[in-house]
């Protein structure tokens, strides 16, 4: 047994913890010891630079004598500084020894932002291509290659991980404060155990008050979503724009708009989409989160933007009828801002989705003729194949981009020709100057059938056969088209241009059997 130790009153009161602090003397506190983040002189150095150079030669030189001390960001800022000075992609080259000088220039470029690709953060190398992005001059895909792989497989999921970490930090810090059966309310509430008990279970959408660090919490990982998802979106364009064409890391880039589609704004969604469709990615997965975004966000989208969402949709065969009713009523209601290149790709991907709208067909036709003047001969080849495929015939219509295009016919393509012929020819009932159409369709073809393809034939065959129109030269061209690619079409083109050459009473040699021949047996 151990005897017992008694301490007198003082010693007593001395023993006993104090809930003071102690007294310290001024020279003894110290300030917390927290980490110094120092300035590296030579990115100082580097920035400064930067800061002053104003042309490409200015660029090159402060690459040349710099050389591996630039960062991964300062990279991005000579990029972006680069987009500055050279031509943008609206301007055409100049072709001098400028456009040689920045050539170099972006290929030594590439080659320094791969060198640190592992290491860049994702918003270094976005801001990289998105500024390449912006440039006239071509881009080497094999320099652009090893970036997009490094940024798609490494940086962007790392900094995305990053992001959904901090936001299951704050919902999981977020979720005790709700109004749960058996959750107890914080320390400190004002709300007692029984009170939470009585509201939770007569009200289940009852919720206790948050504290403010939590809303600040919440708020921090909502931007941080915000900003993988532009990311993610700022990608497939750049990417798109510079003409990566790795499928592996677009169904990579595909999955992650997945994830982070539902954060798109109106901007995001066309960006994304248009990508895809201009990768020829078609990942069902997200197109899905792409229309379910736009849906919930179609009274935001610019009439461009409408024009771009809907063919990137067309292009990707991917047909929601909610989505395009809700996509065409915000068109309808903003039809006079549309440019004629919009207003053509709004045509032609209802047409190729065969969606019909006499709503929008009538503010269209209205916007046809008040802009039919300023067509290119994209959009008016587009804008005749959309509303014949979509069953309009209207001569007014037809009248007016005919007598646009035909100022024009020497800078249409191959299917640009074929497109308005096979139009016009649908149109000849209402239209009056539709043999005269396809008369200088089929004359301006003539010169440019070498590279056509068998479908392009084919329907300049049958809107001449339809016409009546018989050009020796034109089908003279044709049949020696078609003899050099009928063993690699398919059966309808080849049925329907045999048919337009028998209509025609022309070609009775063995061309004329040999298209028969090779369309039975398809």
Not at 55 to 68: E, I, N, P, T
Not at 475 to 493: K, N, S
Request: aromatic residues 6%.
């Amino acid at each position: 047994m151990h005897a017992a130790v008694l301490l007198q009153p003082s010693q007593a009161r001395a023993a006993k913890p104090s809930s003071r602090p102690p007294t310290l003397h001024p020279a003894t506190l110290q300030r917390p010891a927290l980490p110094v983040q120092r300035v590296d002189s030579s990115d100082a150095n580097v920035a400064q630079c930067l800061h002053s150079c104003k042309s490409v030669a200015d660029l090159g030189a402060m690459l040349h004598q710099h050389g591996s001390s630039i960062s991964a960001h300062r990279l991005a800022g000579m990029a972006h500084r680069l987009s500055r000075c050279a031509p943008g992609r609206g301007a055409p080259a100049s072709g001098g020894g400028r456009d040689q000088d920045a050539a170099a220039l972006v290929q030594q470029l590439c080659s320094a932002m791969a060198a640190q690709s592992f290491t860049a953060s994702a918003r270094d190398t976005v801001n990289f291509l998105h500024s390449l992005a912006q440039l006239s001059l071509p881009v080497p895909a094999a320099a652009v290659a090893p970036i997009a792989d490094m940024l798609l497989h490494v940086a962007l999921r790392r900094d995305c991980y990053i992001d959904e970490e901090g936001e299951d930090d704050a919902s999981s810090s977020s979720g005790g404060g709700g109004g749960g059966g058996g959750a107890s309310p914080d320390r400190g509430s004002s709300v007692s155990r029984a009170d939470s008990y009585h509201h939770t279970s007569s009200s289940p959408q009852w919720q206790a008050p948050q504290p403010a660090w939590r809303e600040r919490q919440q708020a921090s990982a909502a931007r941080a979503r915000r900003w993988a998802a532009k990311r993610v979106a700022q990608t497939a364009w750049a990417l798109a724009r510079l003409g990566y064409a790795e499928q592996q890391g677009w169904q990579e880039l595909a999955g992650m708009i997945s994830e982070h589609g539902a954060a798109f704004n109106s901007r995001d969604c066309v960006n994304a989409a248009w990508a895809l469709a201009k990768a020829g990615t078609y990942n069902a997965s997200a197109f899905h989160v792409l229309q379910r975004t736009s849906m919930r966000q179609a009274a935001a989208f610019e009439p461009h933007g409408v024009a771009q969402l809907l063919w990137a949709f067309a292009k990707a065969g991917h047909y929601h009828p909610g989505l395009m009713a809700a996509l065409a009523a915000r068109a309808g209601a903003s039809m006079e801002q549309f440019e004629p290149q919009a207003l053509s790709m709004l045509l032609w991907a209802c047409a190729k989705l065969r969606h019909f709208d006499a709503r929008l067909l009538s503010a269209a036709r209205v916007q046809v003729l008040a802009s039919a003047a300023d067509f290119s001969p994209q959009a008016c080849a587009n804008a005749a194949w959309a509303l014949a495929t979509l069953g309009v015939r209207d001569g007014a219509l037809m009248s007016a981009l005919g007598e646009q295009a035909q100022h024009q016919l020497h800078r249409f393509t191959p299917q640009g020709l074929s497109n308005l012929a096979w139009a016009a020819a649908c149109c000849r009932g209402a239209y009056a100057g539709s043999k005269q159409l396809v008369g200088a369709c089929c004359a301006a073809a003539t010169s440019k059938l070498g590279h056509a393809r068998t479908q392009e034939v084919s329907n300049l065959l049958w809107a001449a056969a339809k016409t009546g129109i018989r050009e020796e030269a034109f089908l003279e061209a044709a049949c020696r088209r078609l003899a050099v690619v009928m063993g690699t079409c398919q059966a309808v083109d080849l049925a329907q241009a045999a048919h337009a050459l028998g209509t025609l009473r022309y070609c009775d040699d063995a061309t004329g059997r040999a298209l028969r021949l090779i369309s039975l047996n398809k």
